[in-house]
């Protein structure tokens, strides 16, 4: 698919799934912001950019942060000037036996899954 000029957004874009669909986008000529709340994640992905050609930028936040969730979308917007595609992917599940689970890491999992989603659909769609 060619994507050449699009303005993407990648939540979860550090690793697994999401890194993955900043490779892809990138490839595709996408211009992407993808964010991650790991810094390590940044040589990574400006690595990405690079080999693809295209112009992108890290943006560092944690979307179970409202706040951050409008600063990745802002960044997005000042580079670029606008969003043309949203791409949810940070998710997180726990890991191991249900009965080892804590309400703990039941509350982080609905952040991330339904807060940090809902948030970065909020502020994107008042960009768009």
Not at 5 to 13: A, N, Q, S, Y
Not at 16 to 42: C, F, W
Not at 74 to 96: E, P, T
């Amino acid at each position: 698919m060619n994507f050449k000029g699009k303005v993407v957004i990648v939540t979860g874009g550090g690793s697994g799934i999401g890194l993955e669909t900043v490779k892809q986008y990138a490839r595709a000529g996408a211009n992407v912001v993808a964010n991650s709340r790991r810094p390590a994640h940044e040589g990574i992905i400006k690595q990405i950019f690079d080999d693809a050609g295209v112009e992108g930028i890290f943006a560092l936040g944690d979307i179970t942060k409202p706040e951050d969730c409008k600063n990745i979308v802002d960044a997005a917007v000042k580079k670029f000037g606008r969003i043309d595609i949203l791409a949810n992917v940070a998710g997180m599940v726990h890991s191991g036996y249900l009965l080892d689970a804590t309400e703990e890491d039941l509350m982080f999992a609905m952040d991330v899954n339904v807060k940090g989603t809902f948030s970065m659909m909020k502020y994107s769609v008042e960009q768009m």
